[in-house]
């Protein structure tokens, strides 16, 4: 029936969801930011994030704070971005190690 998880795969999901939601957090800073015309985050460590396996977070991060949602390069790269993180995801989860 259902299996536990390996402590690799434990590791693995955790290391994932901790980039995911350390990304999420960078969309709302760099949104904040922005909001008070402050400094912002560059878009290269948006995008470095996103594709640290984070695209679940940054798909997140833009749709819930609207933030970057008009720029043709995250509309194009994170939901790529994701779809990576949901495949690292599967095969994390489907083998066993």
């Known amino acids: 029936m259902f299996q536990p998880f390996t402590l690799f795969q ?20 760099d949104k904040q930011r922005a909001i ?10 948006l995008l470095l ?13 833009m749709s819930t704070f609207r ?4 720029h043709w390069k995250f509309k194009l790269s994170v939901p790529v971005a994701a779809l990576i993180t949901l495949a690292a995801l599967y095969l994390v989860l489907d083998r066993p190690i």
């Open 10 to 29: 434990q590791v693995a999901l955790a290391v994932i969801g901790l980039i995911n939601l350390g990304t999420f957090i960078l969309y709302y800073v």
């Open 36 to 45: 008070r015309r402050q400094y912002r985050i560059p878009e290269r460590t």
């Open 49 to 61: 994030a996103s594709f640290s396996l984070g695209g679940v977070g940054a798909w997140l991060g």
């Open 67 to 70: 933030h970057k949602t008009k």
